[in-house]
């Protein structure tokens, strides 16, 4: 049903300078937080020739959530969190965290289906990257368990958005990148979570084949690799595999969402992230890493590592960080030994590198598709950092695999073609449901998207 509302109060505004979790190439928006619906639809019809785009906690990596010289919708505020049916559904408003959720939901023995490696993510930018998890392989992705989209378009009108309702709509919406329209709410399909405790094993590998073949073959729910980038040529793809399922009984580990955070000091020293001290910490960490080791540990530690040291992304200076996140077919392990190979070969160091398994995917500019995803971190300034990047995407693009948008901040838009096969009715749903282009970022402007 289409509900035409009252262009009718002004949100909150502020002139800022915006950028993702990399803090690179930051640009001035004019800012318009909403607190409801209405003040949504006044925000969005207010907005100039530059268009507007929404924005949640700001944790995509590059410019999906900026609009420089335009109108950015800072969607927080919208953060209602509805009960929980009996079938274990939900209503949340699009600004609401996961980690809101999470608080709301452990006590009383839900969560959501899908979380991605930080709880500090909005239920509308969840939607717009579709996220996955370490469970991917098992239960998809965020919109394979979102029922209902409440959907403000960019003509003005409020819209309840369903896979039966509005197929392309949906599948446009769901990792679209928020150009087909501004959510305001979402309906998901919770899991049930009896004990907010995770029975982990970690496990350390000494090669790329052993890593590959237990994130295979385990069952687990659960999985995830760290992966030392910097080790030695007989040693490539060395890290530690880590598996998890929901603990039987509540065996002590707590939910971590209100867990102290340790903030990441000031004015740390400049050479922290060199090669060398790259390839020394990764050693140690390899060195350090559990043969094989159980343990229960809460669901903040074990999903949201990370999450720990607040800020953690000013560790990589005033250049910020590039995540360069790619997933190519399950038989195309190859181009995995190649990018490993790659970037040991290069010098620009590589601090963190997680590889997960994916299964298949369903929006038209979602990032899933079955196979090998290696999420890899670089300082934004290293040398030599464009030229390794553009080669990966070469590779990645002629083994059939994909760069996450979500991650990117530097990508070729004629990449875009190759990597994306559904871009044609990507942005057929655009010219059916944004024919005036109102919906634009600086990641749209950068690929062509809009
Ligand atoms: C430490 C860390 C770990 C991460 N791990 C993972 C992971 O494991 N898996 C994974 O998939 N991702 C991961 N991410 C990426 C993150 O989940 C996504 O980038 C997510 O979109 C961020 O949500 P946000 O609320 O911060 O949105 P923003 O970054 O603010 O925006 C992201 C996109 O969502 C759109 N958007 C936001 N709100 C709305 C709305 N209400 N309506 C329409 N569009 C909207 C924006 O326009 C933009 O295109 C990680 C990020 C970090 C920093």
């Not at 109060?9 to 409801?36: C, F, H, K, N, Y």
């Not at 030994?337 to 299964?359: E, I, N, Q, W």
Request: glycine share 12%.
């Amino acid at each position: 049903m289409a509900l035409r509302q009252q262009a009718a109060v002004a949100p909150d505004t502020t002139e800022r300078l915006l950028s993702g979790w990399g803090r690179t190439a930051a640009t001035r928006a004019t800012v318009r937080r909403p607190r409801d619906g209405e003040e949504t639809v006044a925000a969005l019809a207010a907005a100039g020739h530059r268009g507007t785009i929404a924005r949640g906690l700001g944790r995509s990596y590059g410019d999906a959530a900026q609009n420089a010289g335009g109108t950015v919708l800072d969607m927080t505020a919208l953060d209602a969190v509805g009960p929980v049916d009996a079938g274990g559904e939900i209503t949340v408003g699009a600004g609401a965290s996961l980690a809101g959720l999470l608080t709301a939901l452990l006590p009383v023995g839900w969560m959501p289906p899908v979380m991605p490696g930080t709880r500090f993510v909005t239920v509308g930018g969840a939607v717009a990257a579709d996220v996955h998890g370490k469970n991917h392989h098992r239960d998809g992705s965020f919109c394979d368990h979102v029922t209902s989209l409440r959907l403000l378009t960019p003509g003005g009108d409020v819209v309840d958005v369903t896979r039966e309702s509005d197929p392309d709509l949906f599948a446009a919406t769901a990792g679209g990148m928020g150009l087909t329209g501004v959510v305001l709410a979402a309906t998901l399909r919770l899991a049930p979570m009896p004990t907010a405790a995770i029975r982990a094993e970690h496990r350390r590998v000494p090669d790329l084949d052993r890593m590959l073949a237990l994130l295979e073959e385990d069952p687990a729910r659960y999985s995830v690799a760290w992966v030392d980038m910097t080790a030695p040529a007989r040693a490539r793809g060395r890290g530690e595999v880590i598996l998890g399922e929901h603990a039987d009984a509540d065996a002590g580990g707590h939910a971590a969402p209100g867990a102290p955070r340790i903030p990441t000091p000031r004015g740390l020293p400049s050479g922290l992230l060199s090669a060398p001290l790259v390839r020394l910490g990764c050693a140690a960490r390899y060195r350090m890493a559990p043969g094989r080791r159980s343990a229960v540990e809460g669901v903040g530690p074990f999903f949201f590592p990370l999450d720990g040291i607040r800020d953690w992304n000013r560790v990589y200076g005033p250049g910020g960080l590039v995540q360069h996140q790619f997933v190519v077919p399950p038989g195309r392990a190859d181009v995995l030994r190649f990018a490993l190979d790659r970037v040991a070969g290069s010098g620009v160091p590589a601090p963190l590198a997680v590889l997960k398994r994916l299964g298949a995917g369903r929006g038209m500019l979602a990032f899933p598709i079955e196979g090998w995803t290696l999420a890899v971190d670089f300082p934004a300034r290293a040398h030599g950092l464009a030229r390794l990047l553009d080669e990966l995407d070469d590779r990645v693009a002629e083994a059939g695999g994909r760069v996450y948008l979500a991650k990117d901040s530097r990508m070729r838009p004629e990449m875009l073609t190759s990597m994306y096969p559904d871009l044609t009715r990507f942005s057929a749903v655009r010219a059916r449901i944004d024919p005036g282009a109102r919906l634009r970022s600086d990641l749209a402007r950068r690929l062509e998207l809009a």
